[in-house]
T-cell receptor, first 115, second 110 residues
């Protein structure tokens, strides 16, 4: 596709449930990022992949959050035992590489609501 | 983390000019980005500055002063479609993530 795509666009779940959010980066982009955006705030970094490996997961808030990118393309963000505070827009971005000038291109996000 | 400040809201008239300021405090500065985000949509890239000075792209310009930890985004000939949130983001050396400010909501009125 032409841009970063994310599915689902919206997800409503109940407290305590498990959710998976998917990101398809721009074809050929080796770097992939997950951010979380709460209402009225800027995106906050969660995790960064270079290829298949998580190069930096320092932004994951706790061990309920986990992300994978097994083939170096599609990534899945997994949240266990969801809490109401996890409600936010989860944004994925990709960039061609990792030099300092690389622009990150964002997907439309998944709006997660935990009831 | 980085301390990034920008005004919460600004209002301007169609056809006018608006300047959105962003200040940051960081060590190892390695670039400042501006993104535009319409409500419910993805942030879209507007500009990138890593050296001091002004970068111009059509109706949008971005300025950077590294010594002052200061940037601004200048929007000229405002159009109604420019109503959006504008996000300032900073990157540091040996780090690839962006640290964002809270965003400035610009409302353009007829």
């Amino acid at each position: 596709g032409a841009g970063v795509s994310q599915t689902p666009s919206n997800k409503v779940t109940e407290k305590g449930k498990y959710v998976e959010l998917r990101c398809d980066p721009i074809s050929g982009h080796t770097a992939l990022y997950w951010y979380r955006q709460s209402l009225g705030q800027g995106p906050e970094f969660l995790i960064y992949f270079q290829g298949t490996g998580a190069a930096d997961d320092s932004g994951l808030p706790n061990d309920r959050f986990f992300a994978v990118r097994p083939e170096g393309s599609v990534s899945t963000l997994k949240i266990q035992r969801t809490e109401r505070g996890d409600s936010a827009v989860y944004l994925c971005a990709s960039s061609p590489g990792t030099s300092g000038k690389e622009t990150q291109y964002f997907g439309p996000g998944t709006r997660l609501l935990v009831l | 983390g980085q301390n990034i400040d920008q005004p919460t809201e600004m209002t301007a008239t169609e056809g006018a000019i608006v300047q959105i300021n962003c200040t940051y405090q960081t060590s190892g500065f390695n670039g400042l980005f501006w993104y535009q985000q319409h409500a419910g949509e993805a942030p879209t890239f507007l500009s990138y500055n890593v050296l001091d000075g002004l970068e111009e792209k059509g109706r949008f310009s971005s300025f950077l002063s590294r010594s002052k930890g200061y940037s601004y985004l200048l929007l000229k000939e405002l159009q109604m479609k420019d109503s959006a949130s504008y996000l300032c983001a900073v990157r540091v050396y040996n780090d690839y993530k962006l640290s964002f400010g809270a965003g400035t909501t610009v409302t353009v009125r007829a």
